[in-house]
């Protein structure tokens, strides 16, 4: 587990700069770093070591020293591919997973890709071919971007590294500012600096001759549903499927942890890890009781016989770390969780290098609750008429004490401008009221149908289901998982993110995925036989926070009213907007996530751009040396 950096060379650039990106991302990787620089080329690398540690140093160069390597990530077949290339004649030094892509891209090309299980991003640049290849794994669960303004080439771990390259220009994207305000994340390839591109999850890139092209090998989808499938079944399939990865997750030369909330997904991994080897858990808390899970998670740690390690933040904590945050995250997300995740995180590290997590499972096996809506308004759509919905949804719209406005509203429009995630902050209509500029404003729908589009043959949970396991899983649930842990130094696994795992949860027809008013329940059942039933069918509680009341608070209100107030605020919004609905959440209207969306884009635009403002709304931004 580490980071890596990487550019092509130009003349005007010193040697040294190399060196400066890696030290932006050390972070990643504290406990080694070496490089690599031809005449055309430079790439840096940080390393966490995780497996064969006295070996594995990168960058990592093929038998004939033709191409070189740097990847971050764990590869968890990779003993089976290592025989399969010992059979073609490749012989290895090390017993580490980075040898494996170094000798399979020799062999086979990007088809190398098609054989890997894990988590992974990596860059092999060829020196004979003059050209950079780079690969992220299927769901995006470690990261890769690149920055390419037809130059200019770099690629690293994290955007941060390109501040260091003098030939790197910073500009802020804009355009994209209404689509981060109505999602929390940008969720296309683009970032929020102009020229800067994610590489998606399940793709790859070939740059080479100053152009860049980018090759999707993968792709999640719901081809092959089997309908003849029950629960039961499912169940009983899921539990193999579970138990096989989380022992594919265990396998490291460290002491791996686990993260341990209240819910399923966390509490389900740790029993299965448990049954391998004693494996410490560790879980967040507040003084606050009600949303506090700290009891639960002890008690059951205590059930199963495994030690747990409880933390607690305050509010205090969690808003003086917010710019912090801003800068690891590199573009803004307002995922209030987050700063939790930190803090356990930054706990979690100071026992074990390595945590497993339960992240995945409400995507792939129907854990959200607002799935439930595709029952009532798939019925709805079915015995009303469009043209009498339409209707409905204009009678309705001006009457603002009417019973079902927003049903009568929402069901006349299609999934793709309905589904809560697409104006998950801000609607349309609430952005033109925030913007100074709205003409700005576009269609935050229209940005993303294509994704509906690709399953619009499909009933409309599974759709949902699509849209967030290409959405919402790799740009806000695994980004944060990777920054918050990343920057503490700590390699966290989703065993429930994985190429089998999903495998088996593309054949899933809805009726084991969810009925009526309970959701995951296959997951839930096969949980039932590891699991307490109190945890098995606990309903889904997210990673909660007291951040709604902490608003309320005047210590913490006076830090948003100044920040609503800011010369950034000034510079992209009205003021007195953000005020009416700072004002509307005191009087007892819920906006906690709108308050929050503009807040964190506030404080990420004063750590990465301070030149274009004149004061900042923190001390605190000045840390992270931007």
Known sequence: MC???????????????????????KHRGPDDEAYFQDEDASLGFRRLSIIDLAHGKQPMLNATKTKVLTFNGEIYNYKEIREELKQLGYEFK???????????????GPDLLQKLRGM???????????????????????PLYYYDDGQTFLWASEIKAFLEHPNFHKEFNERLLPIHLSFEFIPSKETMFKNVYKLLPGTYFLHKDGKTETHRYFKFNYDHIDNSQTVEEDAQKIRGIVK????????????????????????????????????????????????????????????????????????????????????????????????????????????????LSGEGADEFFGGYNTYLEAFPFERYQKMVPQFIRTGLARLVQNMPRFHGKRFLVRGAEPLSERYYRVNYVFDKHERDEILRDPSLNVDSGAYTKHIFDEVKDKDEMTQMQYFDINTWLPFDILHKADRMSMCNSLEVRTPLVDKEVAKFAATM???????????????????????????????????????????????????????????????????????HILHEHINGKSSMQKIFTIYTFILWYEVYFPENTTATTSKLVHRTQV
């Open 244 to 355: 096989d990865s989380v022992k594919a997750h265990m396998i490291a030369d460290v002491e791996v942890g686990s993260f341990l909330s209240s819910g399923i997904d966390s509490s389900y991994v740790l029993a299965e890890a448990a049954k391998l080897k004693p494996i410490q858990s560790f879980s967040l808390g507040f003084n606050d009781s009600k949303y506090s899970e700290l009891s639960y998670s002890t008690e059951f740690a205590k059930e199963i016989h495994q030690q747990n390690t409880p933390l607690t933040m305050d509010g205090d904590d969690y808003f003086d770390i917010l710019p912090t945050i801003m800068y690891y995250m590199d573009e803004p997300l307002s995922n209030p969780s987050a700063m939790q995740l930190y803090y356990l995180s930054k706990g979690t590290r100071e026992h074990v290098k390595v945590a």
């Open 509 to 579: 027809p809805i009726k084991t995925r969810i009925h009526k008013d309970e959701t995951k329940i296959s997951l839930r059942t096969a949980a039932e036989s590891e699991l307490p039933e109190r945890v098995a069918k606990k309903e889904k509680m997210g990673f909660p926070s007291p951040i709604a009341s902490w608003i309320k608070e005047d210590k913490y209100r006076k830090r948003i009213e100044t920040a609503f107030n800011s010369d950034v605020a000034k510079k992209f919004f009205k003021p007195e907007a953000l005020m």
């Open 3 to 25: 980071g890596f950096v990487g550019y092509l060379n130009q003349s005007d650039v010193n040697s040294d700069v190399i060196k400066s990106m890696a030290d932006r991302i």
């Open 120 to 142: 992974y991003a990596f860059v092999i640049y060829d020196m004979q071919k003059k050209e950079v290849f780079g690969a992220r794994d299927h769901f995006g669960i470690k």
């Open 94 to 108: 090390t017993d580490v997973d980075s040898e494996v892509l170094i000798h399979g891209y020799d062999a086979w």
